[in-house]
């Protein structure tokens, strides 16, 4: 496996700010629902950093996305209602520009003070942002004098936010990630054992790899979620109408293969909650073992595999979970998700080290009010488990070259 090489980066208690332009990359993509924030925890995360620059008498000027819209304005992905939400937590104005680039966000950023916020627009109404545009890049840059990369949720995506805007400006890491990367790399190096990950969600296909290498550091592997099916069905275990990635099957066999040949366990749930049709009021049905009748659907695990994933979550030293359990959108599907977020909280409580990352996984926490009981919520998904699979990610690497 290709280890990442170690970065040397630059932080933020090492930069001069004061009366500075701070362009600061942070990670808005709260969960939104009908135009209201579900859950702030990844605006509550940045102010760390915020005040440190308000307090150090910077301008800010802080760019994020929100969401995919495609590389054009959608009114549904506007950061406006995350601009009033900074000023809340913030207690101070936080100042809000319809666009991320161009006059109205030249105008916004030079009428900016020492110690004013402004947030920009979501860079992704322009699809010049995911392709990391160079000229798109240099127009944010124009923006600050400085770079501050606090999105630590973005950092596995090479963006002209995350990657190209770091070739005009001097940058370093801000708090978050700071405390993200001591974090993970801290358990990543040397964790305690048994190392157990939990791994759910419906994205078999994005979560294959990581699950791959995995392998090469943990003691347990549960798998859970719909892309659990993708896995049975590996094993010819009949799923009925769940989910399944049929492209991906032979690849989750070798992932089942690779587990038994290093001798991880790698542990599927033993039942499920089926229904004919998915929503809320769905008459429920708990199969009786690991298969699923033809007409029916998988959508939680069920509860001899609750108590089997408990089992394992109370053995371990180290847990890592990523992914829900079943579609914990929906109350009566969500009691795996909850389960597992409560046997971890318990098994921090035991001294275990519990790290939690993904924004679904962090919705169940919020959900069941448990994310302070855990060692670590990570905001970023996709970056700590890219991070845990031994990769660089892009937009540390551009920060460090
Ligand atoms: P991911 O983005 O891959 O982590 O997937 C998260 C989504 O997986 C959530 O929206 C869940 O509703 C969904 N999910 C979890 N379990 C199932 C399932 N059994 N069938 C379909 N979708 C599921």
Redesign the pocket.
């Known amino acids: 496996m290709t280890e990442k090489p170690a970065l040397k980066l630059k932080r933020l208690q090492d930069m001069v700010v004061k009366g500075k332009r701070v362009l600061v990359r942070v990670d808005y993509n709260v969960p939104m629902k009908g135009g209201k924030i579900e859950d702030n925890a990844r605006i509550r995360e940045t102010l760390k950093t915020l005040q440190a620059l308000i307090d150090g008498g910077a301008k800010v000027v802080l760019i994020a996305h929100l969401g995919r819209p495609k590389g054009k304005p959608e009114p549904k992905f506007t950061l406006k209602p995350v601009a009033e939400e900074l000023a809340k937590l913030l207690k101070r104005p936080v100042a809000f520009a319809a666009h991320c680039v161009g006059p109205e966000a030249d105008k916004a950023v030079a009428a900016l003070k020492p110690g004013g916020v402004l947030l920009l627009e979501n860079l992704r109404f322009h699809a010049e942002e995911e392709a990391n545009d160079p000229a798109f890049a240099k127009a944010l840059a124009k923006h600050g004098d400085l770079f501050i990369q606090d999105a630590f949720g973005a950092l596995h995506r090479a963006h002209a936010s995350t990657a190209g805007v770091t070739k005009f400006l001097p940058g370093a890491i801000g708090f978050l990630v700071q405390r993200e990367l001591e974090f993970l790399d801290r358990v990543i190096g040397n964790p305690q054992r048994p190392f157990l990950a939990i791994i759910?969600?419906?994205?078999?296909s994005?979560?294959l790899g990581v699950l791959d290498k995995l392998l090469d550091r943990v003691d347990a592997l549960l798998i859970?979620?719909?892309?659990?099916?993708t896995f049975l069905a590996a094993q010819g275990i009949n799923i009925g109408k769940?989910?399944l990635e049929k492209d991906q099957i032979e690849a989750a066999k070798r992932v089942i293969e690779k587990a038994y040949s290093k001798k991880v366990e790698c542990l599927l749930p033993a039942d499920?909650l089926a229904v004919r049709e998915?929503k809320p009021d769905a008459a429920v049905t708990v199969t009786q073992a690991m298969s699923i009748p033809p007409d029916l659907?998988?959508?939680?695990i069920g509860p001899h595999a609750i108590e089997f994933f408990q089992e394992q979550i109370g053995k371990a030293k180290t847990i890592f979970w990523?992914?829900?359990?079943?579609?914990?959108?929906?109350e009566a599907?969500a009691k795996g998700s909850v389960a597992v977020a409560e046997a971890m909280a318990e098994a921090a409580k035991n001294g275990a080290t519990t790290i939690v990352g993904?924004?679904?996984?962090l919705s169940v926490l919020a959900k069941t009010g448990l994310a302070s009981k855990m060692s670590h919520c990570s905001t970023g998904?996709g970056a700590s488990l890219e991070l845990l699979e031994g990769k660089a990610l892009p937009g540390l690497v551009a920060l460090a070259s």
């Open positions: 759910g969600g419906a994205k078999v994005d979560k859970g979620g719909g892309m659990a099916y769940s989910l499920h998915i659907i998988g959508v939680d990523n992914g829900p359990m079943g579609i914990f959108e929906i599907f993904g924004g679904d996984s998904g």
